[in-house]
């Protein structure tokens, strides 16, 4: 390699760690710019908060979600007001969440994804504005009873619209009820009118099974002759919220010997919720069976669903 190209490829090397260099200063300075909108739409909320104070939670660990919709409606964030990474309008649908901690609020905005809703149509400052009281997304227990946190509309005169049509869809299609009885997920849209001006918010509803299946098990003391004929199935009653057959693994034997064995029990649902639990069997001679008799400290083993 001569001298001459041993220069270019110097050359080369040093033009690429200057224009990395700038690239990551133009990086960093946009990430700043980036956190100071943040800042900006926080305080906004803030505001917004203190002049709508009233309708804001009103027991420690209640949540309202409010889309930045609302606080371009009310002026506390101009509606033009582009985010400095995408070059686009802040969303009409980004989200900011008030908690109630003990005698404050915390006010959080979450940054834009790629799986939040771009809105960018114009605001109407005379529509009611609506915010969600909970989360955005919503859990139902399967098999449980779902309660719907409900919503709030404020008008442009600061008053409470109390006329809001509340409609639910599954898979597209419009239903009636959230139905617990089965997983799925649902979008319930919340709409309102004042001065003939409407407003709307949705919040997804996700029905789910997160329970493990319940387990209990009787003590067991069988003699040498029954090991042969033993089912490792009685004494043990499952129940679990989803009401379907349950999958059992076990693991371990019981040997015709006589002893103590400790038997796994590994229950599980269709959504992947197990319980494990362990379970000593006695084998003793025959004379010796007493399956009322109190089990002793050794037999007793930390189960933990």
């Known amino acids: 390699m001569d001298d001459g190209f041993k220069k270019l490829l110097i050359t080369i090397g040093v033009f690429i760690v ?48 409010v889309p ?53 149509d114009d605001i109407n400052k005379k529509a009611p504005m609506v915010v969600l009281k909970g989360e955005k997304v919503e859990y139902a227990e399967l098999n449980k009873e779902y ?26 299609k419009a239903v009636s009820r959230i139905d617990t009885s089965s997983t799925g997920t649902y979008k319930v849209t919340y709409r309102t009118s004042y001065a003939k001006e409407d407003s709307s918010i ?12 319940e387990v209990e098990m009787e003590k067991l003391i069988i003699t040498l002759e029954d090991v042969d004929t033993l089912d490792l199935m009685d004494g043990v009653t499952m129940k679990d919220n989803s009401n379907e057959e349950l999958q059992v693994k076990t693991i371990g034997e019981v040997k015709k010997e006589i002893g103590k064995y400790i038997i796994t029990y590994q229950v599980s649902d269709s959504s992947g919720n197990m319980t494990e639990k362990k379970r000593v069997i006695r084998v003793e001679e025959e004379n010796n069976v007493d399956n009322d008799e109190q089990i002793d400290f050794d037999d007793n083993i930390n189960n933990s669903d």
Not at 32 to 50: S, V
Not at 94 to 107: A, D, G, S
Not at 202 to 213: C, L, Y
């Open 202 to 213: 949705t919040r997804i509803v996700v029905v789910r099974d997160t329970e493990k299946p």
């Open 18 to 65: 200057i224009a990395l260099f700038f690239t990551l200063i133009r990086f960093v300075k946009s990430n700043d710019k980036y956190k100071n909108q943040i800042k900006k739409i926080e305080n906004a909320l803030k505001e917004w908060g203190e002049e709508y104070e009233e309708f804001l939670p009103q027991k420690t660990g209640e949540v309202i979600t």
């Open 147 to 172: 309660e719907d946190l409900g919503y709030i509309a404020i008008t442009v005169d600061g008053k409470k619209a109390d006329e809001v049509k509340i409609s639910i869809e599954k898979d597209g």
């Open 68 to 120: 930045l919709q609302v606080l371009k409606q009310s002026g506390y964030i101009e509606e033009g007001f582009k985010n400095t990474k995408t070059k686009e309008k802040f969303s009409n649908q980004m989200l900011m969440k008030i908690t109630k901690v003990k005698k404050e609020y915390q006010y959080e905005v979450f940054d834009e994804d790629e799986n939040m809703i771009k809105e960018y």
